[in-house]
Nanobody, 122 residues
């Protein structure tokens, strides 16, 4: 599986961005996809995940502001981010599991994209 994350950029606090994770090389609809992020000097943390059947889970820090969705016809998962805060600044990574079941832990994911930078200015 190859993953390509895109859509990052610089945005003011309160603004929105939509990240995309394009996948290839596997039956996408049966694959759970997760988004994680890593800020400078901090450990990588879970953001959101979506199961093969569309079930979603979010970190408490982004619940109500971020929405994860998938378009199986396009082999793409999206992360719509709204009401962005400076503390959302990080490199965002998408990851895929061999399983359709979602997971909140990064070591459960088998494939990783290259990351896309999100910077939120105050």
């Amino acid at each position: 599986v190859q993953l390509q994350a895109s859509g990052g950029g610089l945005v003011q606090a309160g603004g929105s961005l939509r990240l995309s994770c394009a996948a290839s090389g596997r039956t996408f609809s049966s694959t759970a996809i997760g988004w994680f992020r890593q800020a400078p000097g901090k450990e990588r943390e879970f953001v959101a995940t979506i199961s093969g059947s569309g079930g979603t889970y979010y970190a408490d820090s982004v619940k109500g502001r971020f929405t994860i969705s998938r378009d199986n016809a396009k082999n793409t998962v999206y992360l719509q981010m709204s009401s962005l805060k400076p503390e959302d600044t990080a490199v965002y990574f998408c990851a895929a599991r061999r399983s359709s079941a979602p997971s909140l832990t990064d070591n459960a994911y088998d494939y990783w994209g290259q990351g896309t930078q999100v910077t939120v200015s105050s």
